[in-house]
């Protein structure tokens, strides 16, 4: 037959493609490199801190930065280096902690709503809107009042005011892919509608979403400093980026910088490594852009 | 025919809401397809082709709606099973495949998953059993290297092998009837032949029964064996494929086959039919043919004709049937 005619295919692991994507694209290669040395500082904390972060040294108080403590103390003769490492930890515990349980609840919402449609879809929307309208930061505040301050609570919080976010996105992606071509194929054939939804609508609906939570991720942390440094989230002596600047907030003024400079840095610093990372995600998630 | 057709549609109305109001898309159509046969179905666009197909299947969506008809495969009426009912004869009995094979494979799931997971629904069985199966399939549409393609994306395919594989996957389990909506139209010239030979061989090896939508009717004469030429929501002519190149007998049909661009007549200009496809808000009054009809007169525009059986196996839906057959000859 014509067999021969036919042009070969361009066969490559996704893996292998989105690695070579992710190297041609610098800033998020960038972003990827801060989040993951965050990381690492997070994971080794214990063996690089060189002070515990709960052990202050009332010898050694409001001390500027030295060799022998790089980031230097705080009133209680904390080391502030050794706490931003520790810190690491927390935050990128409430900012992953956050974002997958947003991620999860919203996606289903979202899913759902998307997909029903009419009466469900209406209800729940509006349901939603309700929560945007409020501030996130107002609302979370709100949550961590309530149930009370702890670290749960504040992943809880921030997981809460971030479900919409998702059930939106979710929610408009599932409308656009719902009525693609190959979803009325896969109809076509036989398929239920929740295999539909779960095999072939929601695949395709999940690029977005990814990159969202690169961002909702920085948001996270932002505000779980913002919470903690009201004394809202995680309490003073926990090393967590928000409660260090509170603790060197009245310092500032009589020149110890260092106390506050160093957790802000952090915070800035890991918001901008998840925002780069989003910024090029869209790119390496795509298969048809390979 | 003596033998109880496969599919038979009857009075099948599709009608679609809009803002201008009801559009009858479909109002009153019949069909039959016997077994084994290839039926061309043609006409121009936004003559109810697809419509027609998707009507069959039960994929209609709002605003369009089946309002009424029987469609009945093998004689069971399709339109009074229930979703679920009818989820079990998509793919298993009834199959299609589309225009655009790379708009409707899922771009994010490799091919030979897609041909698993249809499998399975229908036949259950192992993974195992279900790979056999897929590569058994594609080998069988004429893909070379079924097993890479059993790996592929839909992106690393080019249209033709898309195509390709869209057949293989219509014909996972094995359906009585294969509904082909426009399958070469988004395909290059060459690829368009293979396609549809390709559908011919399958139906003499699988015993397959295709309804062949298709606007080109370099198609239809290269596979199919009756043909039904449809305008605005009406057959207004069915006939056996070499019937209608020799001896139309509707004057639409007519307008196509002058519409159709042949090597041979290069310097003769190419001919089409005046006006437009009827607004199906505001349907003419008698047949809704005759104001772009050569022949139309009084009565045409008075009187709606019906589809009369002219001999064993032609039907035309025109006064003047007999005057165009001599007219012809």
């Given at each position: 037959?014509?067999?021969?005619?036919?042009?070969?295919?361009?066969?490559?692991?996704?893996?292998?493609?989105?690695?070579?994507?992710?190297?041609?694209?610098?800033?998020?290669?960038?972003?990827?490199?801060?989040?993951?040395?965050?990381?690492?500082?997070?994971?080794?904390?214990?063996?690089?801190?060189?002070?515990?972060?709960?052990?202050?040294?009332?010898?050694?108080?409001?001390?500027?930065?030295?060799?022998?403590?790089?980031?230097?103390?705080?009133?209680?003769?904390?080391?502030?280096?050794?706490?931003?490492?520790?810190?690491?930890?927390?935050?990128?515990?409430?900012?992953?902690?956050?974002?997958?349980?947003?991620?999860?609840?919203?996606?289903?919402?979202?899913?759902?709503?998307?997909?029903?449609?009419?009466?469900?879809?209406?209800?729940?929307?509006?349901?939603?809107?309700?929560?945007?309208?409020?501030?996130?930061?107002?609302?979370?505040?709100?949550?961590?009042?309530?149930?009370?301050?702890?670290?749960?609570?504040?992943?809880?919080?921030?997981?809460?005011?971030?479900?919409?976010?998702?059930?939106?996105?979710?929610?408009?992606?599932?409308?656009?892919?719902?009525?693609?071509?190959?979803?009325?194929?896969?109809?076509?054939?036989g398929l239920s509608r929740r295999r539909v939804l779960f095999v072939h609508v929601l695949p395709n609906s999940l690029a977005p979403i990814f990159v969202q939570s690169t961002l909702q991720a920085g948001y996270a942390i932002l505000e779980a400093a913002g919470l903690s440094f009201l004394g809202l989230g995680v309490r003073v002596p926990k090393p967590e980026w928000g409660v260090m600047i509170n603790m060197g907030l009245q310092y500032i003024v009589s020149g110890q910088w260092w106390i506050t400079f160093f957790p802000g840095t952090a915070i800035a610093l890991t918001?901008?490594?998840?925002?780069?990372?989003?910024?090029?995600?869209?790119?390496?998630?795509?298969?048809?852009?390979? | 025919?003596?033998?109880?057709?496969?599919?038979?549609?009857?009075?099948?109305?599709?009608?679609?809401?809009?803002?201008?109001?009801?559009?009858?898309?479909?109002?009153?159509?019949?069909?039959?397809?016997?077994?084994?046969?290839?039926?061309?179905?043609?006409?121009?666009?936004?003559?109810?082709?697809?419509?027609?197909?998707?009507?069959?299947?039960?994929?209609?969506?709002?605003?369009?709606?089946?309002?009424?008809?029987?469609?009945?495969?093998?004689?069971?009426?399709?339109?009074a099973l229930s979703e679920k009912q009818m989820r079990r004869v998509r793919g298993k009995e009834i199959s299609m495949i589309f225009q655009d094979p790379r708009g409707f494979l899922d771009p994010v799931a490799r091919v030979g998953s897609v041909l698993q997971e249809i499998y399975r629904t229908h036949e259950g069985g192992s993974r195992r059993e279900a790979k056999t199966r897929a590569l058994e399939l594609l080998r069988a549409v004429g893909l070379p290297a079924p097993e890479r393609v059993y790996r592929a994306y839909p992106h690393e395919l080019s249209g033709g092998?898309?195509?390709?594989?869209?057949?293989?996957?219509?014909?996972?389990?094995?359906?009585?009837?294969?509904?082909?909506?426009?399958?070469?139209?988004?395909?290059?010239?060459?690829?368009?032949?293979?396609?549809?030979?390709?559908?011919?061989?399958?139906?003499?090896?699988?015993?397959?029964?295709?309804?062949?939508?298709?606007?080109?009717?370099?198609?239809?004469?290269?596979?199919?064996?009756?043909?039904?030429?449809?305008?605005?929501?009406?057959?207004?002519?069915?006939?056996?494929?070499?019937?209608?190149?020799?001896?139309?007998?509707?004057?639409?049909?007519?307008?196509?086959?002058?519409?159709?661009?042949?090597?041979?007549?290069?310097?003769?200009?190419?001919?089409?039919?005046?006006?437009?496809?009827?607004?199906?808000?505001?349907?003419?009054?008698?047949?809704?043919?005759?104001?772009?009809?050569?022949?139309?007169?009084?009565?045409?525009?008075?009187?709606?004709?019906?589809?009369?059986?002219?001999?064993?196996?032609?039907?035309?839906?025109?006064?003047?049937?007999?005057?165009?057959?001599?007219?012809?000859?």
């Amino acid at each position: 037959m014509l067999d021969a005619a036919l042009p070969p295919i361009r066969e490559e692991r996704p893996l292998v493609v989105g690695w070579r994507r992710l190297r041609r694209n610098r800033v998020t290669l960038a972003g990827l490199v801060i989040v993951v040395l965050v990381g690492l500082c997070a994971i080794f904390a214990p063996l690089i801190a060189p002070y515990p972060p709960m052990q202050g040294n009332p010898a050694e108080t409001l001390q500027p930065p030295s060799l022998s403590h790089l980031f230097g103390t705080d009133s209680i003769g904390f080391d502030v280096f050794s706490r931003v490492l520790y810190g690491a930890r927390i935050d990128l515990l409430i900012a992953f902690g956050a974002v997958a349980i947003a991620l999860v609840v919203g996606c289903a919402i979202g899913a759902v709503s998307g997909f029903l449609g009419r009466v469900v879809d209406e209800v729940v929307m509006r349901v939603m809107d309700m929560l945007s309208a409020f501030p996130s930061f107002i609302l979370a505040l709100g949550v961590v009042a309530a149930l009370g301050p702890s670290l749960p609570n504040l992943i809880l919080a921030i997981a809460f005011v971030n479900v919409p976010v998702y059930a939106r996105l979710l929610r408009a992606r599932v409308l656009t892919v719902r009525e693609a071509q190959y979803v009325r194929a896969a109809t076509a054939l036989g398929l239920s509608r929740r295999r539909v939804l779960f095999v072939h609508v929601l695949p395709n609906s999940l690029a977005p979403i990814f990159v969202q939570s690169t961002l909702q991720a920085g948001y996270a942390i932002l505000e779980a400093a913002g919470l903690s440094f009201l004394g809202l989230g995680v309490r003073v002596p926990k090393p967590e980026w928000g409660v260090m600047i509170n603790m060197g907030l009245q310092y500032i003024v009589s020149g110890q910088w260092w106390i506050t400079f160093f957790p802000g840095t952090a915070i800035a610093l890991t918001v901008m490594g998840f925002n780069l990372i989003g910024d090029g995600l869209q790119d390496v998630l795509d298969p048809r852009r390979r | 025919m003596t033998a109880e057709p496969l599919l038979e549609v009857r009075g099948l109305a599709t009608w679609f809401e809009t803002p201008r109001g009801t559009a009858k898309v479909l109002d009153g159509l019949d069909l039959e397809i016997g077994r084994g046969e290839i039926l061309g179905l043609v006409g121009e666009s936004g003559s109810g082709k697809s419509v027609t197909a998707y009507s069959i299947a039960r994929l209609v969506r709002p605003p369009g709606r089946v309002v009424g008809g029987e469609v009945r495969l093998e004689g069971r009426d399709l339109l009074a099973l229930s979703e679920k009912q009818m989820r079990r004869v998509r793919g298993k009995e009834i199959s299609m495949i589309f225009q655009d094979p790379r708009g409707f494979l899922d771009p994010v799931a490799r091919v030979g998953s897609v041909l698993q997971e249809i499998y399975r629904t229908h036949e259950g069985g192992s993974r195992r059993e279900a790979k056999t199966r897929a590569l058994e399939l594609l080998r069988a549409v004429g893909l070379p290297a079924p097993e890479r393609v059993y790996r592929a994306y839909p992106h690393e395919l080019s249209g033709g092998m898309a195509q390709r594989a869209m057949i293989a996957l219509a014909l996972a389990c094995s359906p009585k009837l294969l509904i082909a909506d426009e399958p070469t139209t988004a395909l290059d010239v060459t690829i368009q032949i293979q396609i549809v030979r390709l559908l011919a061989s399958l139906r003499d090896r699988f015993g397959l029964t295709i309804l062949l939508i298709t606007h080109n009717l370099s198609v239809v004469a290269e596979v199919c064996d009756r043909v039904a030429v449809m305008y605005a929501g009406e057959i207004v002519e069915t006939a056996p494929a070499h019937e209608i190149f020799s001896q139309p007998r509707h004057p639409y049909t007519v307008g196509l086959l002058g519409a159709r661009p042949r090597i041979s007549a290069v310097e003769e200009r190419l001919s089409d039919i005046r006006g437009r496809v009827a607004d199906l808000h505001d349907l003419p009054t008698g047949c809704r043919f005759h104001p772009r009809c050569f022949l139309g007169d009084e009565r045409c525009r008075l009187e709606a004709p019906t589809l009369r059986r002219l001999d064993a196996a032609h039907e035309s839906r025109c006064h003047y049937a007999e005057q165009l057959g001599e007219d012809a000859a």
